[in-house]
């Protein structure tokens, strides 16, 4: 009785996805939601795409001179707005708007073989980089001041990398945080772990995961936790999308042990979010489809109709994006 409760509710949410009339072609990667209102996503050629009436109109912009950018991540605030362009050396860039006012280019990767892949902000002044690693150890970038100043957290306080590991800019999702001090970052290629500092990023360590690994285009692909305990990875091969396997990890006691989740098939997936409502749980999207649980993935239902690359949850809301433009909303 209790399966079928869970398929029902499942079934219902899964219905209800509302595609939105959106301005762009562009492939869209990032997405960021302030309230029920105010809603942005980014992506390829310098665009950002933003809706302030619950997405009843979208429009679409770029960023004066990073037309050949690509933009992974957004994060929207009320009067303040920061994209993150992902690319080799200073391709890598983090902008900043102050509503009613122009873009500024607050951050320029110095390193060439860097690689910025995702951002997380912990309130307005807070907010960590994660970067592919250089020297053999990935980057984190930090502000304490809303973005005045960005510095690199000191590389020996971060475990070394695996030859050949580094973070996915698929989502914006390889990061995540649970209040200024507690933040997770996840890895992919020869390895799929987390590392995990409790102190806002001064000290690192790292814990491995049972997620597929081995290949450049393997491991894990977004994180995120519902509090300082309970967490879920999520993950796979993005050149075989369609391929199952060990792609969803739980952990329970802050990212030191991580298990393979029960809920099957398990097919690549790119972000993963936490949902609230009545029923708690989780939702999950990929190239290949989505999926919704509400009992920490024991159980799921999987649809193959909509495939998206990242999402976000807030506020009762859910928002995903994908190639060509796509951006779908859901209110379980």
Same mark, same amino acid.
């Given at each position: ?11 219902t949410?899964?219905?209800?996805w509302?595609p939105?009339?959106?301005?762009t ?7 960021s ?6 809603i942005?996503?980014s ?9 302030r009436?619950?997405?009843k109109?979208w ?31 200073d391709k890598?860039r ?11 280019l607050?951050?320029t ?11 997380v902000?912990a ?9 592919d &690693? ?7 970038? *930090? =502000?304490? @001041?809303g #973005?005045?100043? $960005?510095?690199?957290? !000191?590389?020996k ?12 800019a ?10 200024i ?22 000290t ?13 285009s393997?491991?894990?692909f ?9 967490g879920?990875?999520?993950?796979g091969?993005?050149q075989? &999308? ?7 990890? *739980? =952990?329970? @006691?802050? #990212?030191?042990? $991580?298990?393979?989740? !029960?809920?099957?098939?398990q097919?690549?997936?790119?972000a993963?979010a ?9 939702i ?19 649809s193959g109709s909509?495939?998206f ?13 994908g190639?060509?433009g ?6 379980p």
């Open positions: 009785m209790r399966l079928a409760v869970l398929l029902l509710l499942t079934a949410a899964l219905a209800q509302q939105q009339e959106s301005p072609k562009e492939s869209l990667r990032g997405v939601i302030f309230d029920r209102e105010n942005w996503a992506g390829t050629h310098g665009t950002y795409v933003m809706t009436d619950g997405g109109t429009n679409a912009g770029k960023v004066p001179g990073a037309e050949d950018l690509d933009f992974r991540g957004v994060k929207v605030f009320k009067e303040d707005v920061f994209l993150l362009a992902s690319g080799t050396g890598s983090i902008y900043h708007l102050h509503i009613g006012k122009q873009w500024e607050q951050y990767n110095p390193e060439p073989k860097g690689f910025f892949d995702c951002m902000f309130g307005e002044r807070h907010a960590v980089v994660i970067g &690693p250089v020297n053999g150890k990935s980057q984190v970038l *930090r =502000t304490r @001041d #973005g005045q100043s $960005w510095q690199y957290v !000191d590389p306080n971060i475990p070394p990398a695996i030859d050949g590991e580094g973070s996915f698929a989502s914006n999702s390889c990061v995540t945080s649970n209040g001090e507690n933040i997770w970052f996840s890895t992919g290629g020869p390895a799929a772990r987390v590392f995990h500092s409790s102190d806002g990023g001064e690192w360590a790292v814990a491995d995961t049972p997620i597929v690994r081995g290949a450049p393997q491991g894990t977004s994180i995120a936790f519902r509090d300082g305990l309970h879920v990875v999520a993950g091969d993005y075989h &999308p369609e391929q199952t396997g060990p792609h969803l990890a *739980r =952990t329970e @006691d802050g #990212g030191k042990t $991580w298990k393979l989740a !029960d809920a099957t098939p097919k690549f997936f790119s993963v936490y949902i609230g409502g009545t029923a708690p749980g989780m999950v999207v990929g190239p290949a489809g989505f999926g919704l649980s509400r009992d920490e993935l024991h159980t799921w239902s999987l909509e495939g690359h990242a999402l976000e949850s807030k506020q009762g809301v859910i928002v995903a994006v190639a060509n796509k951006i779908a909303m859901l209110k």
